[in-house]
């Protein structure tokens, strides 16, 4: 049970510091959610934002899921993709460090809305 949760890359729930890249890339994603729906003077609805960031971290482990793809059918152009992208991202992901990646970028997400949008609370007027 402890392997599952704790220490071996591309596996457990928790795998090193890749758990606080992803923790970093929902807070990222969420800052640019929020300053993109601000630079527009557009509203930003808390059901929106959620579905954007999740379809938004869903679509990068799509792109990690396409490199391990191309390390196995195309090696070639796997090889000559790793001169801009390091290796560690052709490596194998277990189901459960997909989800985990996916759960620890949502609390990034759900931090960073709470932080910049919710954490404000409208001015009284004094009466």
């Known amino acids: 049970?402890?392997?599952?949760?704790?220490?071996?890359?591309?596996?457990?729930?928790f795998d090193s510091y890749?758990?606080?890249?992803?923790?970093?890339?929902?807070?990222?994603?969420?800052?640019?959610?929020?300053?993109?729906?601000?630079?527009?003077?557009?509203?930003?609805?808390?059901?929106?934002?959620?579905r954007t960031g999740v379809l938004l971290l869903i679509l990068w482990e799509y792109f990690?899921?396409?490199?391990?793809?191309?390390?196995?059918?195309?090696?070639?152009?796997?090889?000559?993709l790793k001169v801009i992208i390091p290796n560690t991202f052709f490596g194998l992901e277990s189901r459960t460090?997909?989800?985990?990646?996916?759960?620890?970028?949502?609390?990034g997400l759900y931090l960073i809305y709470q932080y910049l949008c919710h954490h404000r609370s409208p001015k009284k007027n004094p009466s």
């Not at 990222?28 to 993109?36: D, H, K, P, R």
């Not at 630079?39 to 959620?50: D, E, F, N, Q």
């Open 1 to 13: 049970m402890f392997d599952l949760l704790f220490g071996t890359p591309d596996q457990s729930f």
């Open 18 to 50: 890749w758990t606080l890249i992803h923790f970093f890339s929902g807070v990222s994603t969420g800052f640019a959610i929020i300053m993109v729906y601000r630079m527009h003077k557009r509203p930003l609805s808390a059901r929106v934002y959620g």
């Open 64 to 80: 990690e899921m396409s490199l391990r793809f191309l390390e196995k059918y195309n090696h070639s152009l796997a090889e000559g």
């Open 97 to 107: 460090n997909i989800i985990a990646d996916l759960a620890v970028g949502s609390i």
